[in-house]
């Protein structure tokens, strides 16, 4: 067993955990943050994906273990005082969803994606950018529709 | 995923004495191909050694008229970098387009061109540009270095602290993805400095990452893409799968070499 010691969401965890846990795992299991999902476990689909440092990355082709001292944001953190974040909301007003199961995912890469290319998103931006994520439900439309508009929603006013 | 042992040292020396102590020990670098390796079993080391916290691994420098890119520079951060971008294009413009955003967040330059997939990027890229491999040994050309599909001259316990890439004339790397994996069914690096031009392919053959030399001949003659029209590419040892036949590969390498040396030129 290893310590591991991150903060998740804005709070400070620690754990003593197998050194084989990955990071989708200590996020589920350990701290029951089940917002992360576990689409393919084969690294492809993306319903893993959080930000470790700012960034999006697949939690389930990650160990916890290698990211002793980072900052973790997972779907969870997003919404603050019942108020959703306007990455959420815009997935709510739109339809981005039918199952809900990639949402997460789709959720924290878009926000990534707004986080490197800014708040005005062409249609191909959103596409080729969402490359990592699949969804099998709704046929991408109204995902893009959504990340659109959560992009302009998450700018400054 | 089996059980090991999780090692995190911090210079290069630790890692090279972690090796030691461990028969079977493994690097982590982005763990973008390992990982999904040990969750599959289909590799269960004893030890992993996590170069995530290792000095020194993690700079693009501009060294003379070279690019010096770091092992743990992530595929995100060579796509993003002003030095690569201005010095060369392809490169940059190759790192961005590997796998989708959030592994291009983890892989690493190290790994992948450790780990010598017969379908990845980087290897065309090294090939082409003439670049060297720092190891924590030694330098190698990488004509020497890639020596068939998942094998490279590194040793035992060798390490890749860096990769060195003089700065070309003109380049460009054009690929045909796999639509389902985006990995390379063919992608072809051209470079050009001087009278010297390199062409290598990767995707296509049995035995991984290759240089191109009726291609190469051709292109020095003269460097545009009429040049390539009908210069015949052998296709005996290439890949055939559900993807596409070995004769269609070696069609493309040549459809992909056109398209290479006209973005190379700028047109
Ligand atoms: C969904 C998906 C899509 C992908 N698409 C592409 C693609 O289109 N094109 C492409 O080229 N690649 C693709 N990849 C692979 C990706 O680029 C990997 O990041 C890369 O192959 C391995 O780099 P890594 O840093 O993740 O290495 P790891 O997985 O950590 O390591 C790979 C191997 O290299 C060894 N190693 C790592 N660092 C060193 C070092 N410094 N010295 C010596 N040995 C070392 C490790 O021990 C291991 O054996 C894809 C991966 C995924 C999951
Ligand atoms: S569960 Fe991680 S990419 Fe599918
Ligand atoms: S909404 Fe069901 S998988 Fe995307």
Redesign the interface.
Known sequence: MISVSMTVNGKAVSAKIDPRTLLVQFLRENLLLTGTHVGCDTSQCGACVVHVDGKAIKSCTTLAATCDGASVVTIEGLAHDGALHPMQEAFRENHGLQCGFCTPGMIMSAIDIVNRKGHDLDEHTIREELEGNICRCTGYHNIVKSVAAGAHAMAPK | ??????Q?PTTVRQVQSALGKHDDAKL?AG??TL??T???RLASPSA?I?L?HVAGLSAIEKKGRNIVIGAMVRH?DVATSDLVREAIPALAALAGGI?????R??GTIGGSVANNDPSADYPAALLALGATIVTNKRKIAADDFFQGMFTTALDDGEIITKVSFPVPAKAAYVKFPNPAS?YAMVGVFVSKKGSDVKVAVTGASNEGVFRAAGLEAALKAKFNAKAVEGVAVDGSNFISDIHGTADYRANLVNVMTKRAVTKALGK
């Open positions: 995923m089996y059980a090991f042992a999780y995190r982590l763990g973008q990982l999904p040990m969750k599959q992993v996590d995530g995100a796998g989708d955003p959030a592994v967040n983890r985006r």
